[in-house]
């Protein structure tokens, strides 16, 4: 049953990654079919913010550059801000749009 799930699993993600450069512009456009992880992540401006966690400002050039190199080391407790509507979180309701961003819902 576990091999199953794996299975299954790995296919829902493979299937998310092919579908991903669908749903938004990619800022610099990646291809999902190559596995290169210099163009995504933190590398890449829109899947950095995605990624970015949401106590981190990521308009400041600085945290981006942080969360780049590795200097701003991102945990598990870190929520990413794709998990909000429009990737902003409210500073005094913090589940306002929380689990209503784009990728989420789709």
């Known amino acids: 049953i576990e091999t199953g ?3 299954a699993r790995s ?4 299937s998310l990654k092919q579908q991903m450069g669908r749903w938004k512009n990619f800022d610099p456009p990646f ?9 995504l992540g933190f590398h890449n401006r829109t ?4 990624l970015c966690p949401a106590n981190v400002n990521w308009s400041d050039p ?7 190199d590795g200097t701003w080391k991102v945990g598990p407790k ?9 990737e902003k979180v409210n500073t005094t309701d913090f589940f306002l749009g929380f689990m209503k ?4 819902v789709k």
């Open 5 to 7: 799930r794996n299975k």
């Open 101 to 104: 961003g784009e990728i989420v």
């Open 47 to 50: 899947t950095g913010k995605f």
């Open 11 to 14: 296919t829902d993600i493979h």
């Open 31 to 39: 291809d999902a079919t190559i596995r290169n992880g210099a163009s």
């Open 78 to 86: 870190d929520m990413p801000l794709y998990l909000w509507l429009d």
């Open 62 to 68: 600085n945290n981006r550059i942080a969360l780049h």
